[in-house]
């Protein structure tokens, strides 16, 4: 039987080498591709010969419309969070939010939480796209998610990265399969743009050419959003390591800030997992 997987940032990257791997090596599922530039998004789609919807995460209406989209095509097997981005300076979207945070955390939860019937499913999973830099730059304070106060780039970035293991953990609590992972350091355009000191690594020839690839990466996305619940992965973990959970704080320290951050960013957007 056909089933159906959805990539956002499916455009470029990993979230691409993720569309073609998994084409490559389930051509009878169902493909749905999702990124913000319509171009690069359109030539990805007509490649595979799938689906192919364009959404920018910034604008919380087009994540809304997107929902709207994807409800039609019934239940879900695998729903892969892995749009986001770096971001230089603090900007206020048009929903209130900071960039970063609204990107890589706000659109994902919304998203996932719009699709909830979709992915009631017993080996339906939610993959978020985390990062290391949720271990190594997130200084994460709950009384300001968006980090407004004290805004660095690799603060923000680090914080919503730690967001997505938040989302993993409180998607579980409410009886979602749900992994976080860490793709690895890989050579992508994510940070193309950024002046941070994390851009300019990313960015740094040498660097890049010990980096790992977008396949790689890819690799370890398709292992958890194809994977079967204690077989391939424990749900609500973080896997930091290819395939080895990991821990950022206690458990029941993350649980409780999972639902204080997810609770309150659930009644701003009038949306819930129950």
Sequence with gaps: MSETYVITGASDGVGAAAARLLHATRPDDRMVVVGRNPE????????LGTDYFTADFSELDQVRALAEELSQLGPIRGLANNAGGLFDTAVRTVDGYERTWQVNVVAPFLLTALLKDQLRGPESVVVNTSSIAANLFARFDADDPNTFEKFSPLRSYGNAKYGDVLLTRFLHAHD??????????????FSKSSSSLMGKFYNFRPAASQMGTPSQGAERLVHFLTGVRGVHYQS????LKPYQPSRTRSRDQERELAHEVFNQLGLQLDVSLD
Excluded: D, I, M
Excluded at 40 to 47: D, F, I, N, S
Excluded at 176 to 189: M, R
């Design 40 to 47: 690069k998004t359109r030539a990805v789609g007509r490649e």
């Design 176 to 189: 979602f399969n749900s992994v976080a992972f860490h793709p690895g350091v890989l050579s992508t355009n």
């Design 236 to 239: 609500g973990e973080f896997y």
